[in-house]
């Protein structure tokens, strides 16, 4: 009898152990919002904010620490106006088409949560590395009856992006969250620099 009591203590102990060190399963989250151009001078200067769309699959490895794979695209529009006002030619015929920049990255990320007691706001860090594939459109410069193409420009380079954000619980299968993460594309001469700014919905 003692045997059986012993067995069955054992179990029960096993079994808390268990759901104390129990992590959350995988989830996933589709996101969309806008990416704010930073560096070169020329990006930031040149370029307007544009919307992006992506999403991520997170692997929980303790309840505070989350392995993450994280694709987006942005698309971030050549503002001429600037340009040719800069070049005090706004008012000279001169027009310029195109020049449409588009950003697609891949990265592997660490997501450390600072609440990790269930409350329904948690904020959370994020940083990783990965890929960034950049591709400036084509333009068109145009005026006094003649046009010029310029070419565009494109390449792959490697990408850091750390920040933070915040998670809101909705149910226990799905949820809400805000993030931004400053990124950065390592290449000849200046980075390419942004801050994607980012919402979107959690699906465990």
């Not at 104390?20 to 151009?37: E, K, N």
């Not at 000279?92 to 450390?112: L, M, R």
């Not at 904020?123 to 950049?134: D, N, V």
Request: charged share 15%; no cysteine.
């Amino acid at each position: 009898m003692r045997a059986v009591a012993v067995i069955v203590s054992s179990f029960f102990f096993s079994t808390s152990l268990t759901a104390q060190g129990r992590v959350d399963r995988p989830f996933y989250r589709i996101h969309t919002g806008i990416t704010l151009p930073s560096s070169p001078a020329a990006f930031s200067d040149f370029w307007n904010p544009g919307p992006n769309v992506g999403g991520s699959v997170g692997i929980p490895v303790t309840r505070a620490f989350v392995a993450e794979v994280d694709l987006q695209y942005s698309r971030i529009p050549f503002d001429s106006r600037k340009l040719l006002s800069q070049l005090g030619a706004t008012s000279s015929g001169v027009s310029v088409d195109g020049g449409e920049t588009t950003i697609i990255s891949a990265s592997v990320n660490a997501v450390v949560r600072l609440v990790t007691d269930g409350s329904r706001v948690a904020p959370y860090f994020a940083g990783g590395f990965g890929l960034t594939r950049r591709s400036i459109g084509d333009a068109t410069v145009a005026g006094g009856g003649a046009s010029a193409p310029i070419n565009g420009d494109s390449g792959t380079d490697i990408l850091v992006a750390f920040g933070g954000g915040l998670e809101f619980r909705v149910t226990p299968a799905t949820g809400l969250f805000v993030d931004a993460r400053y990124s950065i594309g390592f290449q000849a001469g200046e980075n390419l620099e942004y801050l994607p700014v980012r919402i979107g919905v959690v699906f465990r």
